[in-house]
């Protein structure tokens, strides 16, 4: 249904864009009708640019993002129309996605213009009504309020009935749930898990391992905008392999939190490891290699790849040539 094809991202940073920050790259994936994938990674791995790539909100460096088998950079009036028709956003700070001065109702009575002129206003009052209370909203208690007047949950519950309201088929959840108190977070859940019962495909976008085992049947995980492991969710989660997956079902409490003191994330992926593994500098199991040599994602059993040389057989291990600059030892701040 959705498929990203070797997809990259490199922003313009610095003075005058003369630096070049790799948030996303070389991103292979495919979440296919009424599958739910969750992409895993900490605060700056690139899961939301692939979230905006993926509704066109940035354009994709290399690489090609299909729907049912369309580039979707191709799309244009109303095959772009259409494609947000099915294929819509949620983020993780509902507030941010909303012009404040607009009342709840405004945001229907857009849609309704922009998508559905044909459909007589009294039909379209019954479908915005009937679209809140499947997100178990009650419409009168919503319509006539400003976003900041409503809660974070019932906030996104609006936007996800604003999406339902489109007839989408595939949804990008980015970090919906991890914002929500505990109540409201069971509520959001069981609202996906239901949209999913009906059919609709969600890329769930979070840094909550158990949320995405509770909800995903298949995971990508990224690091510094490389995937380095993905696969069925019961696999990766039963035995992770890469060392960064390792780590973080280590750490699920923190697993939010930057690692790394001193050097900022960015600057890193500015200018560092361009040739190495992403993980070297931080991983326990480093090899000289590892400076140096990038792994592929390769499969070690069915729908569980991995891209690590602890796993690749060693005569597709290249030898080091030169000794890298940096230590081979990786340092470690935590
Ligand atoms: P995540 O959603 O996983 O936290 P993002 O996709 O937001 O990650 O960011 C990935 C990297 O790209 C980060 O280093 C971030 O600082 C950088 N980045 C994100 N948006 C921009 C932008 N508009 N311009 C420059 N750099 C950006
Ligand atoms: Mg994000």
Redesign the pocket.
Known sequence: MLKLENVSKV?R?GAFGGKA?F?VNNVSFEVKQGEVVSLI?E????????GKMILRLLDVTAGKITYNGTDISSLEGNALKDYYRQVQGVFQDPFSSYNPIFKADRIFKVLHEEFFPEVPATEWQKRVEHALSSVGLNPAHVLNKYPHQLSGGQLQRFLIARALLLDIQFLVADEIISMLDASTRIDVLNLLADLKSRGLSILF?THDLSLAYYISERAVI?YK?YVVEQGAVEKIFHTPLHPYTRMLMDSVPRMDRKWEKGIS??ER?VEEFRNGCPYFERCPVAEKICAVYRPPLFDVEPDHAVACVHYQSPSDVPKPVALPHQSVHPTHSA
């Open positions: 922003y940073v920050l948030a990674g605060s700056g791995s690139g899961k939301s640019t692939i976008i990224l905008g994330l960015l992926q």
